[in-house]
């Protein structure tokens, strides 16, 4: 039985040289996963996955716009083309210390002058026979005032005014157009686009839901 025992141990320690214990700390070192490597691991693939979702939020988020606003493009291409729309402008609110604010559809045209052209706001003002401007942009438009035919109306309050008459080369659409114009004798005074040239040729509507003003061919 004792010799029995002795082979047993024998055995043993061809397994565990240098008496070395089975059951020893350094077994359990060799033996064990690599537990702080995995936690490691696993927190820079979170990084890296939420990353990931960040950049495809972000890219669906400019995707999105970017149909969005090129469906809205398309669609109001499709709209001017379809109402045959020359000019499209906002309204202009303007605060008044009597009636407070005041819609009104100031509307910017491009003037063709001998130097260029200019960008000039007018006041649609349907009560007006025809456009006017102040004097100074007579110069501006190439006209010498002294070879212009001068005009009499007759203003708010039937007082009377001169103005001279003239002519002004206005972008609409995609040409220049010729409307007619005249200067006021009055410096700095407002200028106004009247009916005549503009009601008898165009299609003038106002929308208030909107708040735009829109001249049609």
Do not use: C
């Not at 001017?80 to 005041?102: C, D, E, H, I, M």
């Not at 700095?188 to 005549?196: A, E, M, P, W």
């Amino acid at each position: 039985m004792v010799e029995n025992e002795g082979a047993r141990t024998g055995s043993l320690g061809e397994f565990f040289p240098g008496n070395q214990s089975p059951l020893s700390s350094d077994s359990f070192a060799k033996l064990s996963p690599p537990y702080g490597r995995v936690t490691v691991e696993t927190g820079i693939n979170k990084r890296a996955l939420l990353k990931l979702l960040l950049f495809l939020t972000i890219f669906v988020s400019v995707g999105v716009a970017s149909t969005v606003s090129v469906t809205r493009f398309f669609t109001n291409q499709v709209y001017l083309a379809t109402k045959k729309v020359l000019l499209r402008t906002p309204f202009k609110n303007t605060v008044w210390q009597t009636f407070g604010s005041v819609p009104e559809a100031e509307i910017e045209l491009i003037l063709q002058t001998p130097q260029g052209k200019i960008t000039h706001a007018f006041l649609l003002d349907t009560g007006a026979v025809v456009s006017s401007l102040p004097r100074e942009m007579a110069e501006i438009l190439g006209y010498n005032l002294a070879f212009l035919p001068r005009q009499t109306f007759k203003g708010f309050g039937n007082t009377l005014s001169f103005a001279y008459q003239g002519e002004m080369n206005v972008f609409l659409g995609d040409k220049f157009r010729k409307l007619p114009v005249v200067f006021t004798e009055a410096t700095g005074s407002k200028s106004l686009l009247g009916r005549k040239g503009l009601f008898d040729k165009f299609t003038l509507v106002v929308d208030h839901r909107s708040q735009l003003v829109e001249i049609r061919e």
